[in-house]
């Protein structure tokens, strides 16, 4: 196996690491235990699954630190196609890794709460469970914020990857039309009210997701297309 094949698995692995966390913390653990519309019901499932709560942030922790090593195995596999747009990539990820760990304090704080520790006996329930609620929508608002960058580095990425000769060129197409679904779904929850309502908000970051899964799909079993990497 050359090494250029080893970074690209390298790199799949982080990516898949990514996935696998990030579904778990941003979407199985939220779909168990929060209903927006009734707080007593969500501070009652996070109370008696404290467990699952904890394991999301504990997943996210461990799906930033992959977020962290992923653009950097990128560069390695792609500084040869634009260094400059190679570059950019790698600033443009890591720039919401600190985003993405101050943001996780919202979800201590829940902990906090949730565990009832003695100077929160002041509050009745209705109002701890008013705090939980606020400090979930803080969090909502915090993943929003780093949405931003987890969309705009997929625009040079993608850009490489269709440039490069040795990555399939479909897959870059999908990873830049990611990056502006992930841009109009931020602005589209910013600026319009009830976004999450139209049917354009369910399939918006699509193509995001069919080009991060195939992309680390391909690079984690198949590789890079070894002659199309000499030639280049």
């Known amino acids: 196996m050359t090494t250029t094949n080893k970074t690209a698995r390298l790199a799949g692995f982080f990516y898949l690491i990514v996935i696998i966390t990030g579904f778990f913390s941003l979407m199985y653990v939220p779909s168990k235990l929060i209903v927006w519309e009734n707080p007593a019901l969500t501070f009652q499932n996070i109370s008696s699954s404290v467990q699952l709560f904890r394991l999301s942030i504990a997943s996210s922790i461990i799906c930033y630190i992959a977020f962290t090593l992923l653009p950097l195995a990128l560069y390695q596999l792609l500084k040869d196609v634009n260094g400059n747009y190679a570059k950019l990539m790698v600033i443009l990820a890591l720039i919401s890794i600190p985003i993405s760990f101050i943001n996780l304090q919202s979800k201590f704080s829940v902990l906090t709460i949730i565990e009832g520790t003695?100077?929160?006996?002041?509050?009745?329930?209705?109002?701890?469970?008013?705090?939980?609620?606020?400090?979930?929508?803080?969090?909502?608002?915090?993943?929003?914020?780093?949405?931003?960058?987890?969309?705009?580095?997929?625009?040079?990425?993608?850009?490489?990857?269709?440039?490069?000769?040795?990555?399939?060129?479909?897959?870059?197409?999908?990873?830049?039309?990611?990056?502006?679904?992930?841009?109009?779904?931020?602005?589209?929850?910013?600026?319009?009210?009830?976004?999450?309502?139209?049917?354009?908000?369910?399939?918006?970051?699509?193509?995001?997701?069919?080009?991060?899964?195939?992309?680390?799909?391909?690079?984690?079993?198949?590789?890079?297309?070894?002659?199309?990497?000499?030639?280049?």
């Not at 949405?147 to 440039?163: A, E, K, S």
């Not at 399939?203 to 198949?222: F, H, K, Q, R």
């Open 118 to 232: 003695d100077y929160l006996k002041v509050f009745d329930v209705k109002q701890l469970q008013a705090q939980m609620m606020m400090m979930l929508s803080n969090y909502n608002k915090g993943i929003l914020i780093a949405q931003v960058f987890w969309g705009l580095w997929l625009f040079p990425f993608g850009y490489l990857v269709y440039r490069s000769g040795f990555l399939p060129k479909i897959l870059g197409v999908f990873l830049m039309l990611g990056c502006l679904g992930y841009v109009i779904n931020v602005l589209g929850r910013t600026a319009v009210p009830h976004f999450s309502e139209y049917s354009i908000s369910k399939y918006i970051t699509l193509p995001a997701t069919i080009g991060e899964i195939g992309i680390c799909l391909w690079m984690l079993l198949v590789g890079v297309r070894t002659k199309k990497v000499n030639q280049h």
